[in-house]
Structures are given as C-alpha cells and as structure tokens.
C-alpha cells in the first residue's frame, strides 16, 4: 500500500500510524495522537476500519464529492472521518485535499500496512524475548507485564481507562493526560 497523498505538496504535519498486532491500539492510538494538538484529523484509510462517529466517511465525500465545510476544520479540537469502506487508492483526491486543508493529519493505516509505506508501527511492549520488532520507526506502548526496557523508539506509559473511554466516546482527554502526552512525541518523529 502507498500512503495515498503526493509528498511533494504536503507542507503540513502529517503522521501515519498502523498496528500490525494490537487492533485496539490501532484503534485508540490514533485518536491520542490527534488528541495531543490543538487541532488535528484522524482520517481512517482502513475500508474494514473501526465505525467511528460522525455524519459521514470518506467513502461518502469519495461517493459525493465533498463540500468546502467537510475539507476544513470547523472548530478548534481532533476530529475523525471514519472510512466508510472505501480502498486506500480509491480516496487518494480526497485525502490529499483534506492533508492540504488540515492543519495536522492522523492517517489511520489497515493492519496489513506494509513497513516500507513510512507509517510508524504501533507495537506492544512485551517481556523478552517477545518484544515485536518492524523495520523502520515505531512507537511500544508498555503493558502491565512490561519489564523496564530502552529502546530507541518512543514508548507510551499505560493508559488509564478513563482516557481510553474518553477517546473512544469522543470525549477529548486532558492534553496533559501522560498517554496523550507521550502519545504527542510522534509529531516530532
């Protein structure tokens, strides 16, 4: 798969992010990244993607064509657009518009998303030997049976439910809850 925007003219702040292994932080991770700024869009290129809210998907601005409002942030805050079923390759226009419009873009990448797309890997922290690797970046979110570990790439503090629940009901959690926080370093990756 191929992230589905032309490089060239992003001068945005766009991260892409997939979990081969731990659907629900594929799920909830993405939304805690675009948490952590003042305003950012999670747009799900998963057409088997998780049914987030909102009045309408990317399938549906593919399908209609979008309006000038549903290219651009209305507010200050995270927003997502859920898939809707559509194929990557198929929403490739409008992704790109909205990467144009939006100050900060999630790209919510399928399980299946290949390393070499520049998509950081969402990966769980296991005890060794078991730790998961990928080639190329990724970012380990510690489990309780996480030993103490360093390794290079960010590693994400156990969440507090009641910040999991916030992000799966809409619900913005404080930016400085210490996932959400730690969650914000992939902006700079």
Same mark, same amino acid.
């Given at each position: 798969?191929?992230?589905?925007?032309?490089?060239?003219? %992003?001068?945005?702040?766009?991260?892409?992010?997939?979990?081969?292994?731990?659907?629900?932080?594929? %799920?909830?991770?993405?939304?805690?990244?675009?948490?952590?700024?003042?305003?950012?869009?999670?747009?799900?290129?998963?057409?088997? #993607?998780?049914?987030?809210?909102?009045?309408?998907?990317?399938?549906?601005?593919?399908?209609?064509?979008?309006?000038?409002?549903?290219?651009?942030?209305?507010?200050?805050?995270?927003?997502?657009?859920?898939?809707?079923?559509?194929?990557?390759?198929?929403?490739?226009?409008?992704?790109?518009?909205?990467?144009?419009?939006?100050?900060?873009? %999630?790209?919510?990448?399928?399980?299946?998303?290949?390393?070499?797309?520049?998509?950081?890997?969402?990966?769980?922290?296991?005890?060794?030997?078991?730790?998961?690797?990928?080639? #190329?970046?990724? %970012?380990?979110?510690?489990?309780?049976?996480?030993?103490?570990?360093?390794?290079?790439?960010?590693?994400?503090?156990?969440?507090?439910?009641?910040?999991?629940?916030?992000?799966?009901?809409?619900?913005?959690?404080?930016?400085?809850?210490?996932?959400?926080?730690?969650?914000?370093?992939?902006?700079?990756?």
């Amino acid at each position: 798969m191929v992230l589905p925007f032309r490089s060239s003219e %992003v001068n945005v702040s766009v991260v892409a992010l997939w979990s081969p292994l731990d659907a629900m932080l594929g %799920v909830v991770a993405p939304l805690g990244a675009a948490a952590a700024l003042d305003t950012a869009l999670v747009i799900d290129l998963d057409p088997r #993607g998780p049914h987030y809210g909102g009045s309408f998907s990317l399938a549906d601005l593919v399908d209609r064509g979008p309006t000038l409002a549903q290219l651009e942030p209305q507010r200050h805050g995270p927003a997502v657009l859920r898939n809707g079923g559509v194929e990557p390759e198929d929403a490739e226009e409008i992704v790109s518009e909205l990467v144009a419009r939006w100050p900060n873009v %999630v790209l919510r990448c399928p399980q299946a998303t290949e390393p070499s797309t520049r998509a950081i890997a969402l990966l769980p922290l296991l005890p060794e030997p078991f730790t998961p690797t990928v080639d #190329g970046e990724a %970012v380990y979110q510690r489990t309780h049976l996480s030993a103490p570990k360093h390794v290079k790439d960010i590693v994400l503090p156990v969440p507090r439910t009641s910040t999991i629940k916030s992000l799966l009901g809409g619900v913005r959690p404080p930016r400085r809850d210490r996932w959400i926080k730690a969650l914000g370093q992939v902006w700079g990756t």
